[in-house]
């Protein structure tokens, strides 16, 4: 079980990484600032204002949530397993 | 346990992700240098005419493009500079750049507003500061390559702006009809001693006595930092993206007022979770962003951050260089691709800012 949660909790961080660097690839063969001013001013707008909360998402949540879930779920484990948890079951 | 980790993984993060590739840039490692050389490189030669950016407004369509023009030439000149093997490497787009910067139609926005460009004449009481941008920019490429055909035009410009400082009994000279910049004014100063390096010609005692003159009337006393805007002698605003982007164009002039100026924009850094950022209002001062500093948020400017990285370099100050650098690398977004890197949300300008900022050479 909680190899299951921690693969999915790996799935979704995974996603992130990777939706944030194929946005991040598909601008960097633009120049951003001239499809604001003339181009695909839609497209590149929109991909910039997903860029930077998946950014921040990847570097300050994905690992935080990965690594404490994963250790919360241990520890849930590990009480569960106590001989006191069992008393008190 | 959430918040802990949460907490744990900021303070890492920054770190880990961030300082290897701050401290390559800070020491100057040629294959991180050559990857967003090679980016700016390419947007200069692929770019036929005069401008990068057709807004319909000729001010920020001229300046932009002279800006764009000017630091791909410092950015590219500093690294041949610092590793000479790569000269025939960016050669070529240093000589686009600066066919750009000689051609007149760059600068209609200037001539709009004194009647004609500076590159034609100057004619006797108009300042034409704009024109140091361009000075720099033809000075890096004459260090470079001293025989440059626009060899004779540097040298017309460069007799030019430094008469006027010479001549300014505040320091201070027009950038347009009524305009005084004095971060404009750094650049004018800085492309005098880029000039004298580049040509070997003596230093002359006048461009010290413009210092003392210059640092009266342009440096807000109480903060030591660069007013923007300066109306008459003492008056205007100081700001921080003047102050960090004029440190390092006095850099190569005045090195001592350079670091007067970056050690007291450095004094007033704010720091989260060890990002970085300069403030583009000192305390005691207020005010919003614009097309020089950059969108301002929670008081830290986008201009003052990015120019502020050229001054750390400049002034061997590598904590300040690597705070300013994680903040930029968070949300400049550099992505690799075929071998060259790019700063997503910076365009062929924002690239050829950083450029120049991240490879300034440590005086």
Same mark, same amino acid.
């Given at each position: 079980?909680?190899?299951?949660? #921690?693969?999915?909790?790996?799935?979704?961080?995974?996603?992130?990484?990777?939706?944030?660097?194929?946005?991040?690839?598909?601008? *960097?063969?633009?120049?951003?600032?001239?499809?604001?001013? #003339?181009?695909?001013?839609?497209?590149?707008?929109? *991909?910039?204002?997903?860029?930077?909360?998946?950014?921040?998402? #990847?570097?300050?949540? *994905?690992?935080?949530?990965?690594?404490?879930? #994963?250790?919360?779920?241990?520890?849930?484990?590990?009480?569960?397993?106590?001989?006191?948890?069992?008393?008190?079951? | 346990?959430?918040?802990?980790?949460?907490?744990?993984?900021?303070?890492?993060?920054?770190?880990?992700?961030?300082?290897?590739?701050?401290?390559?840039?800070?020491?100057?490692?040629?294959?991180?240098?050559?990857?967003?050389?090679?980016?700016?490189?390419?947007?200069?030669? $692929?770019?036929?005419?005069?401008?990068?950016?057709?807004?319909?407004?000729?001010?920020?369509?001229?300046? &932009?493009?002279?800006?764009?023009?000017?630091?791909?030439?410092?950015?590219?000149?500093?690294?041949?500079?610092?590793?000479? $093997?790569?000269?025939?490497?960016?050669?070529?787009?240093?000589?686009?750049?600066?066919?750009?910067?000689?051609?007149?139609?760059?600068?209609?926005?200037? !001539?709009?507003?004194?009647?004609?460009?500076?590159?034609?004449?100057?004619?006797?009481?108009?300042?034409? %500061?704009?024109?140091?941008?361009?000075?720099?920019?033809?000075?890096?490429?004459?260090?470079?390559?001293?025989?440059?055909?626009? %060899?004779?035009?540097?040298?017309?410009?460069?007799?030019?702006?430094?008469?006027?400082?010479?001549?300014?009994?505040?320091?201070?000279?027009?950038?347009?009809?009524?305009?005084?910049?004095?971060?404009?004014?750094?650049?004018? !100063?800085?492309?005098?001693?880029?000039?004298?390096? !580049?040509?070997?010609?003596?230093?002359?005692?006048?461009?010290?006595?413009?210092? $003392?003159?210059?640092?009266?009337?342009?440096?807000?006393?109480?903060?030591?930092?660069?007013?923007?805007?300066?109306?008459?002698?003492?008056?205007?605003?100081?700001?921080?993206?003047?102050?960090?982007?004029?440190?390092?164009?006095?850099?190569?002039?005045?090195?001592?007022?350079?670091?007067?100026?970056?050690?007291?924009?450095?004094?007033?850094?704010?720091?989260?979770?060890?990002?970085?950022?300069?403030?583009?209002?000192?305390?005691?001062?207020?005010?919003?962003?614009?097309?020089?500093?950059?969108?301002?948020?929670?008081?830290? &400017?986008?201009? !003052?951050?990015?120019?502020?990285?050229?001054?750390?370099?400049?002034?061997?100050?590598? &904590?300040?260089?690597?705070?300013?650098?994680?903040?930029?690398?968070?949300?400049?977004?550099?992505?690799?691709?075929?071998?060259?890197?790019?700063?997503?949300?910076?365009?062929?300008?924002?690239?050829?800012?950083?450029?120049?900022?991240?490879?300034?050479?440590?005086?």
């Amino acid at each position: 079980m909680i190899l299951a949660k #921690t693969a999915l909790r790996a799935a979704v961080c995974l996603g992130l990484l990777l939706l944030q660097a194929g946005v991040g690839r598909w601008l *960097a063969g633009l120049d951003v600032l001239d499809e604001l001013v #003339t181009g695909d001013r839609l497209g590149v707008g929109v *991909a910039l204002a997903l860029l930077v909360p998946l950014r921040a998402l #990847t570097w300050f949540v *994905a690992p935080a949530w990965l690594v404490s879930g #994963t250790l919360c779920d241990l520890w849930e484990l590990r009480a569960r397993r106590s001989p006191q948890f069992q008393k008190s079951g | 346990m959430g918040l802990l980790a949460l907490g744990l993984n900021a303070l890492l993060v920054s770190r880990l992700l961030c300082d290897g590739d701050a401290k390559r840039w800070f020491l100057g490692d040629t294959a991180t240098q050559v990857a967003l050389a090679d980016r700016v490189a390419r947007y200069v030669l $692929e770019n036929e005419g005069p401008t990068y950016y057709e807004t319909g407004i000729l001010r920020f369509d001229g300046q &932009s493009a002279v800006a764009t023009d000017q630091m791909a030439l410092l950015g590219l000149g500093q690294i041949v500079l610092a590793h000479p $093997e790569l000269r025939e490497r960016y050669l070529p787009a240093m000589r686009r750049a600066a066919d750009h910067l000689a051609d007149p139609h760059q600068l209609r926005y200037a !001539a709009h507003a004194y009647g004609q460009s500076g590159l034609q004449r100057m004619d006797p009481g108009e300042g034409h %500061a704009y024109l140091g941008y361009l000075a720099l920019g033809l000075g890096m490429m004459r260090r470079i390559e001293p025989e440059t055909r626009h %060899a004779a035009l540097h040298d017309r410009l460069i007799e030019g702006l430094a008469s006027r400082l010479y001549a300014s009994s505040t320091g201070l000279v027009e950038t347009y009809p009524d305009e005084r910049w004095p971060p404009d004014v750094a650049a004018v !100063a800085g492309a005098v001693g880029l000039h004298l390096t !580049a040509t070997g010609r003596p230093r002359p005692p006048a461009l010290d006595a413009w210092a $003392e003159r210059f640092a009266r009337c342009a440096v807000e006393p109480t903060t030591g930092w660069l007013r923007q805007h300066t109306p008459s002698c003492g008056q205007g605003d100081p700001r921080g993206s003047g102050t960090a982007v004029g440190a390092y164009f006095l850099s190569f002039s005045h090195p001592e007022l350079a670091r007067q100026l970056h050690q007291s924009l450095a004094e007033g850094q704010r720091g989260l979770l060890g990002f970085g950022g300069l403030r583009e209002y000192p305390a005691g001062f207020d005010g919003a962003g614009d097309t020089n500093s950059g969108p301002v948020i929670f008081g830290i &400017s986008v201009g !003052a951050t990015g120019f502020g990285l050229g001054s750390a370099r400049a002034h061997g100050d590598r &904590s300040t260089f690597v705070r300013l650098y994680r903040t930029t690398r968070l949300f400049g977004v550099p992505m690799s691709r075929g071998g060259e890197r790019t700063f997503v949300v910076g365009g062929a300008l924002g690239n050829a800012l950083l450029l120049a900022m991240l490879t300034a050479e440590t005086r």
